[in-house]
């Protein structure tokens, strides 16, 4: 059996099409609305998707092109696209290039072949991911590009379809899409298994069964194969149309008029009554999973047969003569003249420029600032009308962190309509130590969200928000739930804006409790003291707070940088420091703050700095900075006068600003309550080493945290910090 199958698919396409060895046909186009013209463009967008395929495996041999995965066997998708409308957003499986085809002839201007072929060719001019990467995506279309091959944008579709819902009753201000579109999310039946898929059918079965309003077409295209391991017959049926809240349909993808019918019944369906739909569409897998990959390494030969004898582009073939739209002649003549014009573009494609430097590639990791002026604070009018009398008076009155954070986020609220809260509990109860209390109250069931228990939906439904205009605050309930969920980050909204070419963005703010130092509480899953999985993500800002003031301050420049330059900036909350009132003796009130002015912001690169002392320098931050500055008094009482330094942001760091708090300094010390590996540390070390200057640190052990009365054995602690500091003295 060959193994270049791409060539003897199109050879067997031509035999059986010029022998009129062709299957048979049932029903008419005319009977689902559909005219000739209609018809013509179907096929002719499958055909495009078949030469593109066949090209790209050509390019790739020649070393002219790059990893890629073709769309062969699932070109009925071009009928779903025909279905829909193009300003629906559509989440593309990486087999949809028919689709995106498909797509591009509902939209004038638009050359759909040559932009996918400077895809494969990395070309920089690429028009959607700027030469990043091999990605289906327009923006024009309506296509943000997914990288992601298991199932990671299903959660931010069920996000997308949420704001879609909200846009009718609380339009924001510059919505992405109309608020009667269709959210389209598309998928293989392979990753229907993944957890991912799951937790997001599960969370639009969730949404629509309390009434929620949620227009989303979920497409399963199922080929009955996940890279070697089968589908079981029967699996994915029985696993979509079990789902409670999802209404279920099927379809067969060879049949362009079947496929169209029931996507054009379904999507109007969910356009109407606003609920979720999965379609179920069979198909096969031609030429193996994706680059050089050999099936009949691992598929019955006979198998693989029976998948290229029904292919496709021989069905849709079969349809346009038994209709009378072409005879055979004519099919020939249209796929190959499509053959013709594919290779044509592709010799252009490969000459066109590539990335060259590592600032042309990270270009996009940021996406470019939008021209909006800032935010002012609410007006007194606004806020009196919001708060209560207790709440006004805190704001003249020191406070703890918990109730300074609950009045900025209050004020924030109030200031920009666009700010959306969700997560668990942060409505009705307030978050489990109340820093949202009263804000579903004052702003509404929608604004602030009580959410299934599920990190991925939360993530998700944040995405999908912020890509139609809000501006979402998505609560992750502790830090260590955050590991559940983190390819939300890391393979989507960190990423939308690199391989977009900045087109699109995530601009969010993520809330977070964590960090260690609680008292006899919940162990590990509640005293997370890592933060390395946050750190490592291009592009996204890491903020800590160490007293409410700056809590406030920090939050006011999160929103300004989410809202102006499409951030996604994470504000990790110490939870120990929540409550805290008093720094070196009780009811000294040392670690109460009096609410900042509304003026009053921090960015990154601002570093607090307390005490002027030349002999050493602590830099920390969260926890270390309360423990730090407990240390500094019991120093100055030995006759050490020390400057304590907050980072307050741990990502970016400005290098200069940094260096030039401790320039002056003898020596410095790093108090990192984050393990010893992975930690800030590592990284403050380097800096300071790259500037030639040596640093101490004093770091947590590597390990996870105790319940009970060993709950702060293993990070550093006031006694610990002054003996180090000795140390260096």
Not at 612 to 630: D, F, H, K, M, P
Not at 654 to 659: D, G, H, N
Request: hydrophobic content about 45%.
């Amino acid at each position: 059996m060959s193994t270049d199958r791409a060539e003897v698919v199109h050879a067997a396409f031509l035999a059986r099409v010029a022998s009129g060895d062709l299957p048979a046909v049932t029903g008419r186009a005319a009977d689902a609305g559909l005219t000739p013209d209609d018809l013509r463009t179907i096929w002719r967008a499958q055909a495009g998707s078949r030469h593109l395929d066949r090209v790209a495996r050509q390019m790739q041999a020649r070393g002219q092109g790059f990893y890629t995965i073709g769309s062969s066997g699932h070109e009925g998708n071009a009928a779903i696209a025909h279905a829909l409308r193009p300003t629906d957003p559509a989440l593309l499986h990486y087999r949809d290039g028919a689709f995106q085809i498909a797509r591009a002839g509902q939209v004038p201007g638009q050359r759909p072949l040559w932009d996918m072929l400077l895809s494969f060719a990395a070309s920089s001019e690429d028009p959607i991911s700027g030469g990043r990467h091999k990605v289906l995506g327009s923006k024009t279309l309506n296509i943000p590009p997914q990288t992601s091959t298991i199932a990671s944008h299903l959660p931010k579709a069920v996000g997308i379809a949420h704001a879609i819902g909200l846009t009718r009753r609380m339009p924001p201000d510059a919505p992405e899409w109309p608020h009667d579109a269709v959210a389209v999310c598309s998928f293989g039946d392979a990753s229907l298994n993944h957890s991912t898929a799951q937790g997001a059918l599960n969370a639009a079965g969730w949404a629509a069964w309390q009434g929620a309003a949620l227009p989303l077409l979920f497409v399963c295209e199922d080929n009955g194969i996940g890279i070697s391991t089968p589908t079981p017959d029967g699996w994915v049926a029985a696993v979509l149309g079990s789902r409670p809240g999802l209404r279920y349909v099927a379809c067969n993808g060879l049949d362009v008029v079947e496929t169209y019918t029931q996507a054009k019944a379904l999507a109007d369906w969910v356009r109407r009554h606003r609920k979720p739909a999965v379609l179920h569409m069979t198909c096969v897998r031609l030429y193996g999973h994706a680059g050089a990959d050999v099936e009949a390494a691992y598929r019955p030969k006979a198998e693989i047969a029976a998948a290229e004898a029904n292919d496709p582009l021989i069905h849709t073939a079969a349809r346009l003569i038994a209709e009378g739209v072409m005879d055979g002649a004519g099919v020939l003549h249209d796929y190959n003249a499509i053959d013709a014009e594919v290779q044509a573009l592709a010799a252009q494609a490969v000459t066109r420029p590539r990335l060259q430097t590592a600032t042309d590639v990270m270009a996009s990791i940021i996406p470019p600032p939008r021209d909006l002026p800032r935010r002012n604070g609410p007006s007194d009018a606004k806020r009196e009308e919001t708060f209560g009398a207790a709440d006004l008076r805190a704001l003249a009155d020191p406070q703890p962190m918990n109730k300074l954070i609950n009045l900025g986020l209050t004020d924030l609220m109030l200031a920009d309509p666009g700010i959306v809260m969700a997560g668990e509990d942060v409505g009705r109860k307030g978050g489990v130590y109340g820093i949202t209390k009263g804000l579903q109250g004052r702003f509404g069931a929608a604004r602030v969200i009580d959410t299934l228990l599920d990190e991925q939906a939360i993530l998700g439904l944040a995405i999908g928000l912020a890509q139609q205009g809000y501006l979402p605050m998505p609560e992750i309930q502790f830090l260590a739930y955050l590991h559940n969920a983190e390819d939300q980050l890391r393979g989507e909204a960190a990423t939308l804006s690199f391989f977009s070419n900045g087109q699109y963005a995530n601009p969010m703010v993520i809330r977070i409790a964590g960090l260690g130092y609680q008292k006899g509480f919940g162990g590990h899953f509640h005293n997370d003291n890592s933060l390395a999985v946050l750190r490592d993500i291009p592009g996204v800002v890491i903020g800590v707070p160490s007293d409410g003031a700056d809590a406030v301050r920090m939050y006011r420049a999160a929103v300004d940088m989410a809202r102006r330059e499409g951030r996604v900036v994470v504000m990790v909350e110490p939870i120990a420091l929540y409550s805290m009132r008093d720094l070196l003796a009780d009811g000294d009130g040392g670690w109460m703050r009096a609410y900042p002015a509304p003026d009053d912001i921090v960015r990154p690169g601002e570093y607090a700095v307390h005490g002027a002392g030349r002999a050493l320098a602590i830099v920390t931050y969260g926890n270390g900075v309360y423990l730090s500055r407990q240390a500094q008094a019991d120093l100055a009482a030995l006759g050490h006068d020390v400057r304590v330094v907050d980072l307050r942001w741990l990502a970016p760091l400005e290098p200069e600003a940094l260096l030039a708090t401790v320039s002056d300094c003898r020596e410095i010390l790093i108090v990192d309550e984050c393990r010893r590996t992975g930690s800030q540390s590592e990284a403050l070390v380097t800096l300071f080493a790259e500037d030639g200057r040596q640093a101490a640190r004093i770091t947590a052990e590597d390990s996870f945290i105790a319940t009970g009365p060993a709950y702060a054995a293993t990070l550093p602690s006031r006694q610990g910090i002054v003996a180090a500091a000795l140390r260096l003295l």
